[in-house]
């Protein structure tokens, strides 16, 4: 299930608020209108998608909304909770045989879970159903990639057009040099692109584009351990034995906490019978 994911917006006020901040304290309230020029916005934010244009194609950037959109939610995984269904599947499935599964798989929303106990009811072989599933997986880490990989080169480009900018307005200034007056004043907006590239590439594309490798690694994890519960369930193992594999998957906190709840469990039906 997907919710919000309230770090990436904090994380860029925050960013946001330490500039402004100190800037304030530098300048004070005046000096914050000194860091807004039109002319060094247009020309890094005009460049960068001028660069963009050239390196991807009209369906690679129509994924860059969307892509930054997933930036702002994330996908809230139980690892516990999935091998709790496996090992319940399993069970079912010795008890009852593969058809009886495909009840079960009307309260399972996970189209990956349900593509992979579909393929084990209809018979496939383990190794054909390994194959196909991480194929899926192959398959979902390029997408992830080349829609990763527009924000990663915004990142790359951003820091570069705010260095054309600076040399345009350094260009301008020496040949201008018979004002010395004007020369403080000119340097300072000249340099501001590279403030504008700068901030964009390290406060917001590669941050986000960071934020999306983790949530790809973290997804493809997630697979892993569906591909091995579906061939664990298919191949008829034994509940037990399920459970003690899909568990080294769990980090020793998580082992720690499901312990701790098998205990509890244990000790409530002692008292029940009791």
């Known amino acids: 299930m997907k919710r919000k994911d309230i770090l990436t917006p904090i994380g860029i006020g925050l960013g946001a608020t330490m500039i402004l901040i100190g800037i304030y304290f530098n300048s004070g309230f005046g ?30 950037l129509k994924m860059f909304r969307k892509v930054m959109k997933e930036a702002f939610h994330s996908q809230n995984y139980n690892l516990r909770e999935l091998i709790q269904l496996f090992i319940q599947l399993s069970e079912k499935a010795r008890r009852e045989g593969l058809l009886a599964l495909e009840s079960e798989m009307d309260e399972v929303d996970d189209p990956f879970i349900k593509k992979g106990v579909y393929l084990a009811i209809d018979g496939i072989e383990p190794e054909v159903i390994n194959e196909i599933m991480n194929a899926e997986i192959a398959a979902m880490e390029e997408r992830h990639h080349k829609g990763r990989n527009v924000v990663e080169k915004a990142g790359e480009y951003a820091p570069a057009w705010g260095m054309i900018g600076t040399l345009i307005g350094l260009v301008l200034m020496l040949n201008n040099l018979e004002s010395p007056e004007t020369i403080g004043p000119s340097m300072a907006i000249a340099l501001l692109t590279t403030f504008y590239g700068m901030v964009l590439a390290n406060l917001v594309f590669i941050p986000i584009a960071g934020k999306l490798y983790s949530r790809t ?58």
């Open 31 to 60: 000096g914050i209108s000194t860091f807004i020029q039109i002319s060094s916005i247009v020309v890094v934010v005009g460049g960068l998608i001028g660069a963009l244009l050239i390196n991807f194609s009209v369906q690679e």
């Open 217 to 274: 690694e973290q997804e493809v994890f997630m697979k892993q351990i569906i591909v091995e519960g579906v061939i664990g369930v298919q191949s008829g193992q034994n509940p037990k034995i399920l459970e003690e594999k899909l568990s080294a998957f769990l980090s020793t906190e998580e082992l720690k906490l499901n312990e701790t709840e098998e205990e509890e469990e244990l000790i409530g039906e002692t008292v029940n019978e009791t």
